[in-house]
């Protein structure tokens, strides 16, 4: 595979791959619907450099540093979970004052330092890239880089025209009404998942 075949590869299956319900793509439906674009936008980007870094690991074969040691992929379940039970929490909190005039919405800066923090240490994400490094090999180094930067590019792409979409729904429907709420219990059932995981 040539450097722009792979940089190809990785734009499309990192835009595929955000497509499954995951932490950031609720994260991100969330922000959108209570009109937080740049937090939104801060999501898509925090959550794409993640997914770079763990293409990167892929691509370059360093991920089974990681995949094959079972204590350090317990210890990273245990801190990703623990950070999205931290994030559930503090969305949480987000809700209750979105209705205060002193309420000041979160900025992209932290929109990107969250997006990050709930997908870098997850254990789960980066076995998902070390897949499809697996059915789509990378070959050389230069490659293998131009797959991951791909990826991110893919991965921001998708996130950021969700972000967009959703932002257009309109805020009165009932059903999107309760859509915050239910991002909350999406939040905590993956956390839970995640350190019920580490200790099975």
Known sequence: MNVGLGFAAGALTGAISGMPLGVVNVAIV???LAQENRYALGLGIGGAL??????????????????KRPELERILALVAGAVILVFAILSWRRHRERSTKTYEHPTVLRGLASGIS??????????????VASAVPAGSTDTA???AVGAGIGSVAW???LG???GRLSPHNRFIEWLPKIAIVVFVAIAVYGIVRAFS
């Not at 709930?118 to 897949?131: E, G, H, Q, R, S």
């Open 145 to 147: 880089i131009a797959a």
């Open 118 to 131: 709930i997908t870098l240490p997850n254990p789960a994400a980066l076995a998902a890239w070390v897949a």
């Open 30 to 32: 969330d922000a959108a």
């Open 159 to 161: 996130f950021i025209l």
């Open 50 to 67: 993640a997914d770079t870094v763990h293409a990167s690991l892929a691509f370059l074969g360093l991920a089974t540093l990681i995949t």
């Open 164 to 166: 967009n979409l959703v």
